[in-house]
């Protein structure tokens, strides 16, 4: 990717969005809940479960927009290869969210591709904005999920233990990729800037948890 030109990185992320919104996701790890019996959940149980994990579907929808963008636009070949490498990970969590919703008997967001534009446009806008001040976006966004992720371990039935470890294994995961960030010279978002971002995921949950 680093010899590429501009305009052929930017067609390559806009390729990786037409994959992430409308082809099947591909693991490159085995599933967290590979193996597991699928629990006999009640109706209200399998309705909630899924809401969940569709949910938790498109952030890593979002995850592939904000990772491609930031990608883009990265000065480094460093951070680059940072958000290329986040990515591929999170593209792993895209497959088993999918697998599971589609277990649970219900479908991803109809409105997939409007979250990816969504989010590639706040990356690209952090991107812009310089390494430090995007790897300071990864920070924050990452710690916002993880928080997320922990409210749904809260949420989810007992005995989803498929779901669970997914959730779980994407929390730690998240986790660390916040602290690579960190490591790698991020520079740590305004309180103002923190509060919208919340403010954003919010409206972003309540909607994918219904459409």
């Known amino acids: 990717m680093t010899t590429l030109s501009r305009t052929d990185r930017f067609i390559h992320a806009l390729d990786g969005g037409l994959r992430t919104v409308f082809a099947p996701a591909r693991f490159s790890r085995a599933s967290p809940a590979a193996g597991m ?42 951070a680059r290869h940072h958000f290329e490498h ?15 919703v589609a277990e649970l008997g219900t479908h991803t967001s109809h409105l997939a591709p409007l979250w990816w534009a969504g989010a590639f446009a706040c990356g690209s806008l952090a991107g812009l904005a310089g390494d ?17 992720l922990g409210s ?24 660390a990729h916040a602290d690579a960030a960190l490591s790698a010279g991020a520079r740590l978002l305004p309180p103002a800037v923190q509060g919208l971002m919340r403010l954003a995921a ?6 994918a948890h219904r459409i």
Not at 132 to 148: D, I, M, N, P, Y
Not at 202 to 207: G, L, N, R, S, W
């Open 86 to 100: 986040a990515a591929q990970e999170e593209l792993d969590h895209l497959a088993w969210t999918a697998d599971r």
């Open 152 to 175: 749904h371990l809260d949420l989810l039935p007992d005995a989803d233990a498929p779901s669970r470890a997914i959730v779980e294994q994407m929390k730690r995961e998240e986790a």
């Open 37 to 78: 019996a699928l629990p006999a959940l009640s109706p209200a149980q399998a309705r909630e479960a899924g809401a969940l994990m569709r949910v938790n579907h498109v952030g890593e929808i979002c995850a592939q927009a904000l990772y491609q963008s930031q990608a883009l636009f990265s000065r480094s070949d460093e």
């Open 132 to 148: 430090k001040w995007s790897l300071g976006f990864v920070v924050e966004t990452e710690r916002q999920v993880e928080a997320h």
């Open 202 to 207: 919010k409206v972003m949950t309540t909607v």
